[in-house]
């Protein structure tokens, strides 16, 4: 039988230690982590649903409810993401705090 010529995929990093952009080929060549990780690291391995976050270590913010002008909101979001973060970080200045 006829040995399959090896095919070299370039390294992942460069020289530098940068890690080039993945391709295409590079991502269908990708496996679960089940398959190839062994069986006590997956035990080890926190359970989480795809885009689950962990706990946080010290809750460095307090959930509140805060009711605003309809006029602040829509300003705020019109901006795009992160809204919510822009009027805290807003705030803060406001309070002359970190």
């Known amino acids: 039988m006829p040995k399959k010529p090896e095919t070299r995929r370039p ?10 952009q993945l391709t295409k080929a590079d991502i269908a060549r990708m496996r679960p982590a089940r398959d190839v990780l062994p069986a006590e690291l997956l035990a080890a ?6 885009g689950q976050r962990g706990s946080q270590k010290t809750p460095t913010k307090k959930q509140i409810t805060l009711r605003l002008d309809a ?5 705020y979001r019109a901006q795009g993401e992160g809204w919510q973060s822009r009027i805290n970080d807003d705030l803060k200045k406001l309070t002359n705090s970190r």
């Open 45 to 50: 391995l926190p359970k989480r649903r795809p």
């Open 11 to 20: 390294p992942l990093t460069g020289a530098d230690g940068e890690v080039r």
């Open 71 to 75: 006029r602040v909101i829509d300003h």
